[in-house]
């Protein structure tokens, strides 16, 4: 199994900034894609955005140019540096990872517990 810690979440004022941080451990012999998604109360889960093969990045429109995602290959690990924080971005954010356990296996799906980002004044 892989699991995913995220950490970095907390209480900012609009404007403001915060990174997470999520790290993979576990059994794991290959990581193809990390990424993020968040989910706010009463709506569904939703793509923030994407690390596929180490080097295509890809974002939400509503935070592109504000978050950026970046990756650490030999750490298995994927940050989300977030600028320009809005009270719409309030929600709970999950890492997400699509890996193999071991060489050949299928590919599957792994998820975070969430760390809440609350953007409020």
């Known amino acids: 199994q892989v699991q995913l810690v995220e950490s970095g979440g907390g209480l900012v004022q609009p404007g403001g900034s915060l990174r997470l941080s999520c790290a993979a451990s576990?059994?794991?012999?290959?990581?193809?894609?990390m990424g993020w998604y968040r989910q706010a109360p009463g709506k569904q889960r939703e793509f923030v955005a994407t690390?596929?093969?180490?080097?295509?990045?890809s974002y939400a429109d509503s935070v592109k140019g504000r978050f950026t995602i970046s990756r650490d290959n030999a750490n298995n690990t994927v940050y989300l540096q977030m600028n320009g924080l809005k009270p719409e971005d309030t929600a709970v954010y999950y890492c997400?990872?699509?890996?193999?356990?071991?060489?050949?296996?299928?590919?599957?799906?792994?998820w975070g517990q969430g760390t809440q980002v609350t953007v409020s004044s």
């Open positions: 690390s596929t093969g180490g080097s295509t990045l």
């Open positions: 997400n990872a699509v890996a193999q356990t071991i060489v050949g296996a299928p590919w599957h799906n792994f």
């Open positions: 576990g059994s794991i012999f290959s990581i193809y894609h």
